[in-house]
């Protein structure tokens, strides 16, 4: 069983950090693209940030110049590093990897639990 573990997320003053992470554990033969994804209370989900196997990277117009997202292929680990906090970046986070666990078998789409970033005064 393949699991996506976030972690990282809290409550931050607006201009704060944060970074948060997530774990792929379970067996995994590859992870393609990985991603960070978040939903507002009300809003639908988006994409904060992704990057490819090969480290390119692709960011939210909304984030851009603020984040910085990250992978360590040994640990099967994401990270997005997250500065100069906006009220309006308060969502919940998602990780989110495509990937196969078996040499042959098909990729697909996995998503963590979620953590919450709350940005407020």
């Known amino acids: 069983q393949v699991q996506l573990v976030e972690s990282g997320g809290g409550s931050v003053q607006p201009g704060g950090s944060l970074r948060l992470s997530c774990a792929v554990s379970?067996?995994?033969?590859?992870?393609?693209?990985m991603g960070w994804y978040r939903q507002a209370p009300g809003k639908e989900r988006e994409l904060v940030a992704g990057i490819t196997s090969g480290g390119n990277t692709n960011y939210a117009d909304s984030v851009k110049g603020r984040s910085t997202i990250s992978r360590d292929n040994a640990k099967n680990t994401v990270y997005l590093q997250m500065n100069s906090l906006k009220p309006e970046d308060t969502a919940v986070y998602y990780c989110n990897a495509d990937l196969a666990r078996y040499s042959g078998s098909i990729y697909r789409n996995y998503w963590g639990q979620g953590t919450q970033v709350t940005v407020s005064s």
């Open positions: 379970g067996r995994v033969f590859s992870i393609n693209t």
